[in-house]
C-alpha cells in the first residue's frame, strides 16, 4: 500500500503539470492575462484628438495592447486602417468592420504579420460591413499604438533602468464626415521592479508552510489547511484583477478562468476531506487523510501552474493589465505560486497514511492475547 501511494503521487504530479503546462499555451491559462492582454514595460498614451469632437473619447485599455473609442457624437465615425482604408465604423447604433480591409486581417495578430494578405483583401474595394457589436463602442488591437519592433529599442537596450520615450508620436486617422481627425499619442519605456523579493517572499512562504507541516499531526492539518484557503484567496482576487481589466467576451473570461476555478473546487474537496477524517490529535481516517492527500496535491499544482506560474511575468513589469495597484497583482501571484508549492512539496515529502492496526483484546486472564496467526500460504 505504501509504495503504490508513493507511486500515484509521484505519477500525477509531473502528469498534471505536464498537461496545465501545455494549457498554458491557450487561453486556458493564467485567467485572462492569458487571452489577449499581456504585462510588459512598454506605456502606451493618448495624448490627443485634433480637432477634438464632442462626444467622441479614445482611450488606451489592456496595458497598451487596445485602443477604445466611445463614438456619442451623434455621427458615424469611420476608423482608417493602416492604408488609409475604410476599416471600423463606429456609429450611434454599433459597430461595423470592413471584412475587404487587410487591417482587420492584420490586427488579429498581436505583431505585425510577416505575410502577405490573402486574396480578396483589397484597401481600394469598396467596403463590406459586417456588424460587430450593438453599442457605439470600438475596442481593437492596433500595430500603430504600441512597440511591435523586432528586439527593444537601441535607446532601451543602452539603458534599461531609464523611462524613456521610445515612439514620440503615433497616429491614428478617423473620418467624421467630410473631417479628417488624428488621435496621437505616444510610447514609453517604463522599467519595471526587480523580480527577486517577490521570488524570495514566495519561495520563504513555501519553507513556512513545509516546516510546520513536518510537526505532524494537527500542526500539519492546520498548516495545510491555512495554505489552501490563502491561496485560493488570492488567486480569486488575481482572477477578479484580471476579469475586470480584460475587454474579452464573457464566454471567453469565462473559458480562460475555467482551470483556475477547477483548482479552487479541487481544494475545497482536500479541505473537506482532510477536516473530515480529523480526529482530536489531528489525526485521522487514513482513507480520508490520503483522498485528502490527493485532491491538495491537484489543487497545488492547479494554483502554482495554472493560476500562478503563467503570469510571473507581472513580478518584473511596470504595465500591468489589472485595475488594481501592481502591488497587489504581485502579491497574490507571489502568495499563489509559494503556497501552491508548498502544498505539492507537502503532499510529495509526507510519508503515505497507513492504517493502524488494532490493539488486541486482552486475556481474560490478564495475559494479553496473542494476536491471530496468519492464514497459510499456499505452497
Same mark, same amino acid.
Given at each position: 500500500?505504501?509504495?503504490?501511494? *508513493?507511486?500515484?503521487?509521484?505519477?500525477?504530479?509531473?502528469?498534471?503539470?505536464?498537461?496545465?503546462?501545455?494549457?498554458?499555451?491557450?487561453?486556458?491559462?493564467?485567467?485572462?492575462?492569458?487571452?489577449?492582454?499581456?504585462?510588459?514595460?512598454?506605456?502606451?498614451?493618448?495624448?490627443?484628438?485634433?480637432?477634438?469632437?464632442?462626444?467622441?473619447?479614445?482611450?488606451?485599455?489592456?496595458?497598451?495592447?487596445?485602443?477604445?473609442?466611445?463614438?456619442?457624437?451623434?455621427?458615424?465615425?469611420?476608423?482608417?486602417?493602416?492604408?488609409?482604408?475604410?476599416? &471600423?465604423?463606429?456609429?450611434?447604433?454599433?459597430?461595423?468592420?470592413?471584412?475587404?480591409?487587410?487591417?482587420?486581417?492584420?490586427?488579429?495578430?498581436?505583431?505585425?504579420?510577416?505575410?502577405?494578405?490573402?486574396?480578396?483583401?483589397?484597401?481600394?474595394?469598396?467596403?463590406?460591413?459586417?456588424?460587430?457589436?450593438?453599442?457605439?463602442?470600438?475596442? *481593437?488591437?492596433?500595430?500603430?499604438?504600441?512597440?511591435?519592433?523586432?528586439?527593444?529599442?537601441?535607446?532601451?537596450?543602452?539603458?534599461?533602468?531609464?523611462?524613456?520615450?521610445?515612439?514620440?508620436?503615433?497616429?491614428?486617422?478617423?473620418?467624421?464626415?467630410?473631417?479628417?481627425?488624428?488621435?496621437?499619442?505616444?510610447?514609453?519605456?517604463? /522599467?519595471?521592479?526587480?523580480? *527577486?523579493?517577490?521570488?524570495?517572499?514566495?519561495?520563504?512562504?513555501?519553507?513556512?508552510? $513545509?516546516?510546520?507541516?513536518?510537526?505532524?499531526?494537527?500542526?500539519?492539518?492546520?498548516?495545510?489547511?491555512?495554505?489552501?484557503?490563502?491561496?485560493?484567496?488570492?488567486?480569486?482576487?488575481?482572477?477578479?484583477?484580471?476579469?475586470?481589466?480584460?475587454? +474579452?467576451?464573457?464566454?471567453?473570461?469565462?473559458?480562460?478562468?475555467?482551470? /483556475? &476555478?477547477?483548482?479552487?473546487?479541487?481544494?475545497? &474537496?482536500?479541505?473537506?476531506?482532510?477536516?473530515?477524517?480529523?480526529? +482530536?490529535?489531528?489525526?485521522?481516517?487514513?482513507?480520508?487523510?490520503?483522498?485528502?492527500?490527493?485532491? &491538495? $496535491?491537484?489543487?497545488?499544482?492547479? $494554483?502554482?501552474?495554472?493560476?500562478?506560474?503563467?503570469?510571473?511575468?507581472?513580478?518584473?513589469?511596470?504595465?500591468?493589465?489589472?485595475?488594481?495597484?501592481?502591488?497587489?497583482?504581485?502579491?497574490?501571484?507571489?502568495?499563489?505560486?509559494?503556497?501552491?508549492?508548498?502544498?505539492?512539496?507537502?503532499?510529495? $515529502?509526507?510519508?503515505?497514511?497507513?492504517?493502524?492496526?488494532?490493539?488486541?483484546?486482552?486475556?481474560?486472564?490478564?495475559?494479553?492475547?496473542? /494476536?491471530?496467526?496468519?492464514?497459510?500460504?499456499?505452497?
Amino acid at each position: 500500500m505504501r509504495r503504490s501511494q *508513493w507511486r500515484r503521487r509521484l505519477v500525477l504530479a509531473p502528469l498534471l503539470a505536464v498537461v496545465l503546462a501545455m494549457a498554458g499555451a491557450t487561453p486556458a491559462s493564467a485567467h485572462v492575462i492569458g487571452t489577449s492582454a499581456k504585462p510588459g514595460n512598454y506605456r502606451t498614451r493618448v495624448l490627443a484628438i485634433s480637432p477634438a469632437v464632442p462626444g467622441l473619447t479614445v482611450r488606451v485599455v489592456e496595458a497598451g495592447g487596445k485602443l477604445e473609442l466611445i463614438n456619442h457624437s451623434g455621427q458615424a465615425v469611420l476608423v482608417l486602417g493602416y492604408d488609409n482604408e475604410p476599416y &471600423l465604423r463606429v456609429g450611434p447604433s454599433g459597430v461595423d468592420e470592413n471584412e475587404r480591409s487587410p487591417s482587420t486581417w492584420s490586427n488579429r495578430s498581436v505583431l505585425p504579420p510577416k505575410t502577405r494578405p490573402p486574396s480578396g483583401l483589397d484597401p481600394s474595394a469598396p467596403p463590406r460591413w459586417r456588424r460587430v457589436s450593438g453599442r457605439p463602442v470600438a475596442i *481593437w488591437h492596433d500595430h500603430r499604438s504600441h512597440w511591435a519592433g523586432p528586439g527593444e529599442p537601441p535607446a532601451v537596450r543602452a539603458d534599461r533602468g531609464r523611462t524613456q520615450v521610445v515612439v514620440p508620436e503615433w497616429r491614428v486617422p478617423l473620418r467624421v464626415g467630410s473631417q479628417t481627425v488624428v488621435v496621437s499619442g505616444e510610447i514609453a519605456w517604463v /522599467p519595471g521592479p526587480a523580480p *527577486w523579493p517577490w521570488i524570495g517572499a514566495a519561495v520563504l512562504l513555501c519553507a513556512a508552510v $513545509l516546516l510546520a507541516a513536518r510537526r505532524g499531526g494537527a500542526w500539519r492539518l492546520r498548516a495545510l489547511i491555512a495554505a489552501t484557503v490563502l491561496a485560493v484567496a488570492a488567486d480569486v482576487v488575481h482572477a477578479t484583477g484580471s476579469w475586470l481589466g480584460s475587454t +474579452a467576451s464573457t464566454v471567453t473570461k469565462l473559458y480562460s478562468n475555467a482551470t /483556475p &476555478l477547477a483548482g479552487w473546487v479541487v481544494a475545497g &474537496l482536500a479541505i473537506w476531506r482532510l477536516l473530515r477524517g480529523r480526529t +482530536a490529535n489531528g489525526s485521522g481516517s487514513p482513507d480520508a487523510l490520503e483522498t485528502g492527500n490527493t485532491y &491538495l $496535491l491537484i489543487a497545488g499544482i492547479f $494554483l502554482a501552474v495554472a493560476g500562478a506560474l503563467p503570469d510571473v511575468g507581472v513580478l518584473d513589469s511596470s504595465q500591468i493589465p489589472e485595475p488594481f495597484p501592481p502591488n497587489l497583482t504581485r502579491a497574490v501571484v507571489t502568495i499563489t505560486l509559494g503556497l501552491g508549492s508548498a502544498l505539492v512539496l507537502a503532499v510529495l $515529502l509526507a510519508p503515505p497514511t497507513t492504517p493502524r492496526r488494532p490493539k488486541p483484546a486482552p486475556d481474560p486472564s490478564g495475559n494479553q492475547a496473542a /494476536p491471530s496467526p496468519s492464514p497459510p500460504q499456499p505452497s
